[in-house]
């Protein structure tokens, strides 16, 4: 597979981000010169978990929020960060500072379980603390993005129960996702739809999945999917304004018969989908995304005040 990303991770390429400074256990490295070991657990296992965020009008979007759920899932896998919530915090803002960084940010947040002595999956073989890295790129998502409508494909890659691995952890290890992806690209749709166990929709492979029904939104019961910090916000979004809207179990007869659908994601907040398996729903972005789209940019900007 070649070319860019597409959906709602296309971005405007930005030339400055050829000189970013990106940190490593704290200290700031040029890009070309930014690495980690090959006994790092992040590298050969996928051990650790991440967070993407937003910066807006100098601020971190939501960072509480983020923050708790990296914290919640490093202590599910039972990993220490090695880091106060505070000192973290404190490291990502120094980041942005040395890499003069005020809007139109988008930060990778990654922390590991750290070197190991050998390569075996053993964290008992682990030697020193957790590897923590904080990439900053000067990325904004194309604008058509919120206008156009995505189509989505629905993949055979099911999101697994908690007992085979939990989808609930925002973890590195995503190859499950990846084979939706390629899966998706393949059949020519921008990303990937996904369903549970049970034959209902979960989410997508990198945003979550929303769609809209008589006036009332409908989203997964997020059994099967991370706990999306822009969905969230979304569902709050439809609340207060006296949207309704309902996490339930619902089938692929649903989406074919929606009016509208959507996706959520901290890198793009709301992205219309026109399609879903070749049913078109919209042409673009309907009147309810529309609208829920202005009030969670006005979100954003209470939230960086």
């Known amino acids: 597979m070649t070319g860019t990303s597409k959906g709602t ?36 296992l996928g051990d650790g978990v991440w967070e993407g965020l937003r910066v ?21 896998i039972d990993m ?3 880091l106060t919530p505070e000192a973290l915090e404190k490291r990502l803002y120094a980041t942005l500072q040395a890499n003069q960084m005020h809007d139109g940010v988008h930060i990778r947040l990654m922390v590991t379980r750290g070197l190991k002595r050998t390569p075996y999956q053993d964290p008992r073989v682990n030697i020193g603390p957790a590897t923590i890295v904080i990439i900053p790129e000067f990325k904004n998502p194309k604008p058509e993005a919120a206008t156009r409508g995505m189509s989505l494909f629905t993949v055979h890659v099911r999101r697994g129960y908690p007992d085979v691995q939990d989808q609930k952890l925002n973890s590195h290890s995503k190859l499950n996702c990846i084979t939706a992806c390629i899966q998706a690209a393949k059949a020519g749709a921008d990303e990937a739809l996904m369903l549970d166990p049970h ?22 019961t997020g059994e099967y999917c991370i706990p999306g910090i822009t969905r969230g916000v979304v569902i709050e979004l439809c609340r207060e304004a006296g949207i309704p ?21 901290t890198f793009a907040g709301i992205a219309p989908v026109s399609s879903v398996d070749g049913r078109i729903l919209t042409k673009g972005r309907g009147p309810v995304v529309e609208r829920l789209q202005n009030l969670y940019l006005a979100r954003i900007e209470r939230e960086s005040t």
């Open 9 to 44: 991770h296309e971005y405007v390429d930005d030339p400055r981000n050829a000189d970013i400074l990106i940190s490593v256990n704290g200290e700031l490295f040029p890009r070309e010169k930014a690495v980690v070991s090959v006994f790092d657990s992040g590298f050969i």
């Open 56 to 76: 807006h009008h100098g601020r971190i979007v939501f960072l509480d929020r983020h923050l708790e759920r990296l914290y919640e899932g490093a202590k599910a």
């Open 80 to 82: 220490d960060i090695g």
């Open 199 to 220: 034959g209902f929709v979960a989410t997508c492979n990198s945003t979550h999945f929303f769609i809209v029904r008589k006036g009332e939104v409908w989203t997964s």
């Open 245 to 265: 809207v309902f996490e339930k179990r619902f089938s692929l007869t649903d989406v074919y018969g929606a009016q509208e659908a959507f996706v959520t994601g």
